[in-house]
């Protein structure tokens, strides 16, 4: 069932507010999230300091936290942020990364899941399989086989933890506690030939997230103008180095005409 989401209102209200979203990310990809982010219209900052990290989500609209690089003393100063995040009623998302593949992984992000509140917790499904608690294989940072409906295992982590859950792969399924949900069917299979997409992609959820209160309906939206822009740089490029430059030139020249034409988001009810 198609939806009434509007992707292009949203990007043009962060484009039009600017919204300073805080990333607490990891090393590997800090320099793209910052990129992708301002791409878009957002402003990205980065800071990891237990000594300012209450401060600066003062003056933010938006919380990102990436555990791709995670030490536990991250892990304790990301709650120190997210604490404050929610005695400000910022949104806070949360990206999973490669949860599964290790315990530290695993029992941190359940540690920040209960810990504070989070708005949105994206991840593949190897990672958010993980996290609902089915059979998931995850290598690394890469999502291998889960065993079950991949809708169902996000809408349980949704219900579950009382988030909006958000599982990305060839078909996005972004679930809210109360049973319904969207599909997100834009992308391309080039966006896998280059690191960082799925830490970029959290970042655009936060700064789509900063501008709509609607978390399940930001989080579509956001992954839906994100996965446009994959669509449209897969068209020129000949490999990981053009389609990377293209796709940040994409995500900042997107107009109203071309994401409401290209935007394939429907809705579901479990």
Known sequence: MKTEVDVFSMA???RETKPLVHHMTNWVTIYDCANITRAIGALPVMAHAPEEV????????????????????L????????????KKGIPIVLDAVGVGATSLRTKSALELLEEISISVVKGNR????????????????????????????TMKLAREKDCVAAMTGKEDFVA?????????????????SIV??????????????????????????GLSYFEIAGE?????SKGPGTYKQAFYDEIYNLDKATVDRMQKVEEFTV
């Open 232 to 236: 449209l740089a897969a068209r020129e």
């Open 12 to 14: 043009e209200k962060i």
């Open 126 to 153: 190897g990672e958010i399989g993980t996290l609902s608690g089915a059979k998931a294989e995850v290598r690394g940072v890469e999502a291998g086989k889960v065993e079950g409906s991949l809708q169902e295992i």
């Open 75 to 86: 892990i304790e100063t990301m709650k120190i942020a997210g604490k404050a995040a929610n």
């Open 176 to 192: 809210r506690p109360d049973g319904k949900g969207f599909v997100v069917k834009n992308g391309h299979e080039k966006m896998g």
């Open 196 to 221: 960082g997409t799925g830490c970029m992609s959290a970042s655009v959820i936060g700064s789509f997230c900063a501008v709509e209160k609607d978390y399940a309906k930001a989080a579509a939206a």
């Open 54 to 73: 209450e401060e600066m989500v003062g003056i933010s609209s938006a919380l990102v936290l990436n555990i791709g690089t995670l030490t536990p003393e």
